[in-house]
């Protein structure tokens, strides 16, 4: 069945460090794929889309993407923390349909 | 409104008891979707409308989960009783159009004790 995984369900970085979290998908098919994010007590909110246009995708907040089919990863990178960036981050997955698939998510812990 | 509008926030409800939640998505939006969130869990496909009908309802997990969107607009989610793994946020989401980009709301946060 098709899936995606999260690798870490916590990550911590320290601020001005690079971020990365992890994300693998598994279909033999390229799906669509996205990156959400979910502040405390808040909506999610669509950080960045991949639909097969570009493999490198940037999005908001300075987030961006590449896809990559050989590995079949669709990492989450920032170059640089900030303290804002502390929620939590969704990968999921959908074949253009309406039905989005989650991963678990990974919690992101900034250290000032 | 300006976003995705789900009421009640927080409800606290006795196991066996009917419950509804209500959504009420973006101005124009044809599309909208229900997901449930379990703590520690990614969000969980329920249901998606595009307009007053259910295009795919196959995330419903059993006969007392049920939807409807009379007139294309709002939305409410009614669970018949509750038991307490039905505990979860419930959220809801809509769209202008079918595979555009997907806005949410906050969330509705269940407790059956």
């Known amino acids: 069945a098709q899936s995606v995984t999260q690798l870490g369900s916590h990550v911590s970085v320290s601020e001005g460090a690079l971020v990365l979290l992890r994300c693998n998908y598994s279909s033999s098919v390229p799906p669509y794929l996205f990156w959400y994010v979910q502040y405390p007590n808040q909506g999610l909110q669509l950080l960045l889309k991949y639909t097969s246009a570009a493999t490198l995708v940037k999005g908001i907040n300075g987030f961006e993407a590449e896809f990559k089919k050989s590995e079949t990863s669709f990492h989450l990178t920032k170059p640089s923390a900030h303290m804002s960036d502390a929620a939590e981050y969704f990968c999921a997955y959908s074949f253009g349909n309406e039905k989005l698939t989650f991963g678990t998510g990974t919690r992101l812990t900034i250290i000032p | 409104g300006a976003g995705v509008s789900q009421t009640p926030s927080n409800k606290v409800t006795e196991k066996g008891k009917y419950v509804e939640l209500r959504c009420d998505p973006i101005?124009?939006?044809?599309?909208l979707y229900w997901y449930r969130q379990s703590l520690g869990q990614g969000p969980e496909f329920l249901i998606y409308?595009?307009?007053?009908?259910?295009?795919?309802d196959s995330g419903l997990p059993n006969d007392r989960f049920f939807a409807v969107r009379p007139e294309g607009s709002v939305s409410t989610l009614k669970i018949q009783r509750t038991e307490r793994g039905d505990s979860a946020v419930y959220l809801c989401?809509?769209?202008?159009?079918?595979?555009?980009?997907?806005?949410f709301g906050e969330g509705s946060w269940l407790t059956v004790v």
């Open positions: 409308f595009q307009g007053t009908g259910a295009a795919d």
């Open positions: 101005s124009g939006h044809t599309a």
């Open positions: 989401a809509s769209s202008p159009i079918s595979g555009n980009t997907i806005y």
